[in-house]
């Protein structure tokens, strides 16, 4: 696709997804994602947007874990406890403290 053509004429992609990239694309944000970073308690919002960590795994950090903020991921993957649990293993702590290491935007 080149600049300024319709998404929505990409199979699978509907004139209101297509309305969203484009305001992402144009603001470099998306409301829906900023507000509920904004209503998730304590970091859980910023630790979910880090590359590698979905909802999914972010429970999992949370309930198992009880991390709720930046700096208890960091403790987590200095202590190795993420590699207790499947599909976190010595690859994923180097990616998370890599990450983790630059300053957050």
Do not use: W, Y
Not at 10 to 34: E, M, N, Q, S
Not at 71 to 84: P, Q, T, W
């Amino acid at each position: 696709m080149k600049a300024g053509e319709d998404l929505s004429e990409l199979p699978g992609i509907g004139k209101d997804l297509a309305g969203k990239i484009a305001a992402i694309v144009t603001t470099h944000h998306f409301d829906v994602l900023d507000r509920l970073k904004r209503e998730l308690p304590g970091d859980l919002g910023e630790i979910a947007a880090l590359p590698g960590l979905g909802p999914k795994r972010v429970k999992l950090l949370t309930n198992k874990l009880g991390i709720r903020s930046l700096e208890d991921l960091c403790d987590a993957v200095k202590s190795g406890r993420l590699r207790e649990f499947r599909g976190f293993g010595v690859k994923s702590e180097q990616k998370l403290a890599t990450t983790l290491a630059k300053p957050q935007t």
